[in-house]
C-alpha cells in the first residue's frame, strides 16, 4: 500500500479522535442553548477542571498504589465526574439563575466573567506550567498497528479506542435519554416553550440545573480522555476548545445532539487534515473558515431546524 | 447579599421552621464549597524533576467550607430581618482577623484560621466579613429612618443621582480636561496617573465604538477586538516601514479598519443574534492567529518595535531628538520633561474621544442613527418600512470599527510597540463587558465602567493573577445586582405618542 493512504489513514483516525471530543464538549453547550438560549462561555473551562480533576483523581490514586488502568479509571470517573459536576450546577445556579428573565447581553457577560474567574482559579490554585500526565499508567496503554506501507505504519493506539468506543456510547446513551426517559422529556419542553412547561408541572429549575449537571459531566469525560490522550494539560485549554466545540456546536445546528457530534467530527477532521496537508499554524482558521462558510449557506446549522419568525 | 442569593432558599419537599432551613441552606453551601475546593485547591500539584507530585492543603479548603457556612448563616438570618446578626457577626469575625493579621505572628494560637499563603488571598479574605457587616450596618441605619418616618438614605440618594446625572457628563469632561492641572504628586507619579487615564480613555473610546455595535444597532460583536488591531498594526507598520507620520496613518488606520469591517460583515450580516456573536468571535481569532503567523509582515508573535510617537505638528517630542530637528521643548522655549508627551497623548486621546462620542450623540438622532435603533427593536417591521437591513448593519459595523482602528493606532503610539498578545478574546470580553455593565446605550454609563474596569485593577498591576480573578468576579456579581448595568438604559431615543423615554445620553 502506497505511504499516502497509510498517511490518510492515520489522519482520519487522529481526526476522529480530535473530533469525538469536541463533539462531547458541544454537547454542553448545544443542550444549554437549546433550553435557555445562552452561550455558556464558562463551559471550556468546566472541561478544564475536569482535567485537571482527573489529572489529580489519577495523581491521588497512584499514591494510594491503585495503578490497575481499568479500576483507576473507575475511581477516576465517579470522583472527576462528580465534582465537575458539581462545578457545572454551582456554575449555573450563582451566575446564571440569579439572571433568568433578564436581557440576552446579561448572562453571556456573566459567563465571560465566570469563565474568566475560574481559569484565573485553576492558574492561581494549581500554577501556571503545564502538568504531564504520571507515567503510572502509561506503560498499560498500547498501539495498534493496522496496516503498513513504504516504511510508515497506520496505528490506532488504546487512548484513541477508548475515546471513540466511550463517545460512541455516550452518544446513544444520550440520545436514548433524551428520546424516552421522563427528564429528556422534561427538557424537550423546557426548549420548546419553557413558560408553559413550568404551567403544566414541569420543575424549571430542576431540569435546567439537571442540563448544566449532565453538560459538566460530559466535559469533563473529555477533559478525562484528553489528559489520557496528550498526557499534558494547563490551565488555558479550556479556552481554545471550548471556541471551538461551540463552532462545532453551531455547526451542527445548535440545540440538536447528533449536529453537535456531526459539527464536531467536521471541525476535528478539518483541523486534522488541514494541519496535515496544509499549514499546522492556520488550522484554527481553516477550523473557523468553515464554521462561516458552513453558516453562509446554512444558517441554521446542518442539522439545525429553520427558525421560524414570529412577528 | 449575593451570598444569599447564590445559596438561597430552596422549596423543600418537608415543612422545615425557618431557623432549621437556614442551616439546612447554610450546611449545603459550605459542604458544597469544600467538595469544589477539595481538588482543586485541595491537593496541589507539584513538578519534581519532570514526575508530577503532589502536596495536601486541606487547612485552606476547610476554612474556606466553615467560612462559607458562617457566612450563608449571618447573610441568611439578615435576609429575615436581624440585620444585628450580621453587625456582630461580621463586624467581631473581621476585627479578629484585623488583629491576626496585624500581628503577623505566624506561629500564633489564632493564625490557624488564616492559613492561606498569599498575603493577598488573606487580606481579602478580610474584606467579607468587613462587608457583611457594613451591609448589616447600613440596613439597621435604613430600617431605623423607616421607623423614624424617614425617607431611607438609599432611596434618596437614588433621587439625587436621578437629578444630577445630565451634569455627570459635563463634570467628568471637565475632570478629564483639568487632569494634569491637577496636583498629582511627583514628577513620576503623576505620569503613571495621567498614563492610566490614558489607557483607561482608550478602552471608553472602545467601549463607544462597541456601543454603536452592539447597543445602537443591537450586533453582538465577540471580536471587535480585530478591528482595534487592524488599526494598530496599521499605524506600526506604515508608521515603521514607510516612515509615515502619525497624523497621516491615524485616518489611514480608521479607513483600513471600517474596510475590514464592511469585508467582513459582508457575509455574516445575514446571521442573528448568537449566530453572528460565534462567527465574529471566529474572525478575532483568525485575525490573531495571522498577526502570531504571518512573521514577514507582522513581526509575529515578537511584534513590532520602536513604533514612533505621535509629534506635536511636526515637533518631535522624545528626549533624543536627532541633529537640526527642532523639538517640542525647544520651539516653545520650555525646559525638557518627559511628562509633555505623556501629557500631549492624553489631550490627544481625550479629543478623539469626545469627538467619538459628539459622533454617537449626533447620529443617533440622524435617519441612520434611528434605522439602528429601529433594526435592533424589530428587523421584521424594519423590513416592511423599506430599510435595508444589510446597509445599515454594515454602516454600524463600519463605524465602529473606525472608532477602534482609531482607538488601536492611539495604542500603538502610546506602547511604542505592539505584539499579539494584546488582542486577545480577553480585550474583546472586557470592552464589551464595558459596554453591558455600563448599561447598553448609556454614554455616561461606559465611562464609569471603563473607570470601574480598567482604571481600578490598573492601580493594582502588581497583583496581576489575582487582579484577574476579582475581574472575574467583579463581572459576575455587577451582573446579578445590576443585570441593566450601571445605568440602565436601552429605550429607542424617540417613541410614538411620547411616551416614557425621549431623549436619552
Same mark, same amino acid.
Given at each position: 500500500m502506497s505511504s499516502d493512504v497509510v498517511t490518510f489513514t492515520q489522519q482520519l483516525i487522529n481526526g476522529l479522535t480530535l473530533g469525538s471530543v469536541y463533539g462531547l464538549i458541544a454537547i454542553g453547550y448545544t443542550m444549554v442553548y437549546g433550553i435557555i438560549g445562552m452561550i455558556n462561555f464558562a463551559h471550556g473551562d468546566i472541561y478544564m477542571i475536569g482535567a485537571f480533576h482527573s489529572l489529580i483523581a489519577i495523581l491521588v490514586l497512584g499514591f494510594f498504589g491503585i495503578t490497575w488502568v481499568p479500576l483507576a479509571l473507575v475511581f477516576v470517573l465517579v470522583f472527576a465526574v462528580g465534582l465537575t459536576a458539581l462545578y457545572g450546577w454551582a456554575v449555573e445556579r450563582i451566575a446564571y439563575r440569579p439572571l433568568r428573565g433578564s436581557s440576552r447581553l446579561a448572562p453571556l457577560i456573566s459567563a465571560i466573567g465566570m469563565s474568566i474567574l475560574l481559569q484565573n482559579f485553576v492558574l492561581l490554585a494549581q500554577g501556571a506550567r503545564g502538568k504531564p500526565l504520571p507515567? #503510572? !499508567?502509561?506503560?498499560q496503554f498500547g498501539k495498534v498497528p493496522l496496516f503498513s506501507g513504504d516504511g510508515i505504519t497506520a496505528q490506532i493506539t488504546h487512548e484513541q479506542i477508548m475515546i471513540i468506543l466511550v463517545t460512541i456510547a455516550l452518544m446513544i446513551g444520550f440520545t436514548l435519554a433524551i428520546k424516552r426517559t421522563s427528564l429528556g422529556r422534561q427538557q424537550r419542553a423546557c426548549e420548546q416553550d419553557m413558560k408553559m412547561a413550568a404551567l403544566v408541572g414541569v420543575n424549571i429549575d430542576r431540569t435546567i440545573a439537571l442540563t448544566f449537571i449532565m453538560g459538566a459531566a460530559l466535559a469533563c469525560i473529555a477533559g478525562l480522555m484528553v489528559t489520557l490522550y496528550y498526557g499534558f494539560i494547563d490551565f488555558y485549554i479550556g479556552f481554545v476548545a471550548g471556541i471551538k466545540a461551540f463552532s462545532a456546536a453551531v455547526v451542527g445546528g445548535i440545540g440538536s445532539l447528533p449536529g453537535a457530534m456531526l459539527g464536531g467530527l467536521l471541525i476535528g477532521f478539518i483541523e486534522v487534515f488541514f494541519s496535515g496537508y496544509v499549514s499546522v499554524d492556520y488550522k484554527d482558521v481553516a477550523a473557523f473558515g468553515v464554521l462561516v462558510l458552513v453558516l453562509i449557506f446554512r444558517p441554521t446549522g446542518l442539522l439545525g431546524r429553520p427558525e421560524i419568525e414570529k412577528v | 447579599m449575593a451570598v444569599s442569593q447564590l445559596f438561597g432558599s430552596r422549596a423543600g419537599a418537608r415543612a422545615l421552621t425557618p431557623s432549621q432551613e437556614m442551616l439546612r441552606t447554610a450546611a449545603g453551601a459550605g459542604v458544597l464549597t469544600i467538595l469544589l475546593a477539595s481538588l482543586i485547591i485541595g491537593v496541589e500539584t507539584v513538578s519534581s524533576t519532570g514526575q508530577l507530585d503532589f502536596v495536601t492543603r486541606y487547612k485552606e479548603v476547610f476554612i474556606a467550607g466553615i467560612g462559607v457556612f458562617c457566612a450563608s448563616l449571618v447573610v441568611s438570618h439578615m435576609r429575615a430581618g436581624k440585620p444585628v446578626v450580621g453587625v456582630i457577626g461580621g463586624g467581631g469575625l473581621a476585627l479578629l482577623l484585623f488583629v491576626i493579621l496585624m500581628a503577623q505572628d505566624e506561629s500564633g494560637r489564632l493564625a490557624w484560621l488564616l492559613p492561606f499563603k498569599s498575603p493577598i488571598v488573606n487580606w481579602s479574605v478580610l474584606l467579607i466579613p468587613a462587608a457583611i457587616c457594613a451591609r448589616g450596618v447600613s440596613l439597621m441605619v435604613s430600617a431605623g429612618m423607616a421607623a423614624a418616618g424617614r425617607t431611607a438614605p438609599s432611596v434618596r440618594a437614588g433621587a439625587v443621582v436621578e437629578r444630577i446625572l445630565p451634569w455627570v457628563g459635563i463634570v467628568l469632561i471637565v475632570l478629564a480636561l483639568a487632569l494634569p492641572w491637577l496636583p498629582l504628586g511627583e514628577r513620576t507619579q503623576a505620569k503613571k496617573i495621567i498614563d492610566i487615564c490614558t489607557i483607561v480613555l482608550t478602552y471608553i473610546m472602545l467601549g463607544w465604538g462597541l456601543n454603536v455595535v452592539v447597543g445602537l444597532a443591537g450586533l453582538l460583536d465577540l471580536g471587535y477586538v480585530a478591528f482595534y488591531a487592524v488599526g494598530a498594526y496599521t499605524y506600526a507598520m506604515l508608521s515603521v516601514y514607510y516612515d509615515w507620520s502619525f497624523w497621516v496613518c491615524l485616518p489611514l488606520a480608521g479607513l483600513f479598519a471600517a474596510l475590514f469591517g464592511v469585508a467582513l460583515g459582508f457575509p455574516v450580516l445575514r446571521l442573528r443574534g448568537d449566530y453572528l456573536a460565534i462567527v465574529t468571535l471566529g474572525f478575532g481569532e483568525m485575525v490573531r492567529i495571522i498577526l502570531v503567523n504571518?512573521? +514577514? #509582515? !507582522? $513581526? $509575529? +508573535?515578537?511584534g513590532i518595535n520602536k513604533i514612533p510617537r505621535a509629534s506635536f505638528f511636526g515637533l518631535p517630542m522624545e528626549r533624543n531628538i536627532p541633529e537640526g530637528v527642532v523639538g517640542f521643548s525647544e520651539y516653545f522655549g520650555l525646559v525638557f520633561n518627559p511628562n509633555h508627551r505623556v501629557i500631549f497623548l492624553y489631550y490627544l486621546v481625550l479629543l478623539a474621544a469626545l469627538t467619538v462620542n459628539f459622533f454617537t450623540l449626533r447620529v443617533r438622532k440622524l435617519p441612520l442613527g434611528r434605522a439602528w435603533e429601529a433594526l435592533r427593536e424589530d428587523e421584521t417591521a424594519c423590513r416592511a418600512l423599506g430599510i435595508n437591513p444589510t446597509n445599515t448593519k454594515l454602516t454600524a459595523f463600519a463605524v465602529g470599527a473606525m472608532f477602534a482602528g482609531f482607538a488601536g493606532s492611539f495604542f500603538a503610539a502610546r506602547n511604542g510597540f505592539i505584539d499579539p498578545q494584546s488582542f486577545v478574546f480577553l480585550e474583546s470580553a472586557v470592552i464589551l463587558a464595558i459596554v453591558v455593565l455600563g448599561g447598553l446605550g448609556s454614554q455616561v454609563g461606559i465611562v464609569l465602567a471603563a473607570l470601574v474596569l480598567i482604571g481600578v485593577p490598573e492601580l493594582f498591576r502588581e497583583l496581576s493573577n489575582y487582579r484577574m480573578l476579582a475581574f472575574g468576579i467583579g463581572m459576575v456579581l455587577i451582573m446579578i445586582w445590576r443585570p441593566g448595568g450601571l445605568m440602565a438604559h436601552r429605550d429607542p431615543t424617540i417613541r410614538l405618542h411620547g411616551a416614557a423615554g425621549g431623549e436619552t445620553r
Open positions: 507515567h #503510572v !499508567t502509561e506503560d | 504571518w512573521k +514577514p #509582515v !507582522t $513581526g $509575529g +508573535p515578537a
